[in-house]
Nanobody, 120 residues
Framework: QVQLVESGGGLVQPGGSLRLSCAAS????????MGWYRQAPGKQRELVAT???????NYLDSVKGRFTISRDNAKNTVYLQMNNLKPEDTAVYYC??????????????WGQGTQVTVSS
């Protein structure tokens, strides 16, 4: 079994910054792509950013230049640095990881979500 635990959400004023973290633990052999998704009230969940095991990244157009995804493979942790936050970034942010377990089976895991609210 694998768990993803997120932290770092909160309330921030427009133009401010937050850093989200997501640590994976459990029966892990390796982790391939890790990513962040978000879901605002009344909207579908959308992909915000992903990062492969080799460090290749992909971003939602509306966050390019403002958000940066990174990972620490030794800690099985992925980060999302969010700068110049806007009210439209308000959402619950979810971590996702494609994990190969120690039994060499692959599964996709989600964190519990962390609330990010951008408001003055």
């Amino acid at each position: 079994q694998v768990q993803l635990v997120e932290s770092g959400g909160g309330l921030v004023q427009p133009g401010g910054s937050l850093r989200l973290s997501c640590a994976a633990s459990g029966s892990i052999f390796s982790i391939n792509t890790m990513g962040w998704y978000r879901q605002a009230p009344g909207k579908q969940r959308e992909l915000v950013a992903t990062i492969t095991g080799r460090g290749n990244t992909n971003y939602l157009d509306s966050v390019k230049g403002r958000f940066t995804i990174s990972r620490d493979n030794a800690k099985n942790t992925v980060y999302l640095q969010m700068n110049n936050l806007k009210p439209e970034d308000t959402a619950v942010y979810y971590c996702n990881a494609a994990v190969v377990s120690k039994s060499l089976t692959g599964s996709n895991y989600w964190g519990q979500g962390t609330q990010v609210t951008v408001s003055s």
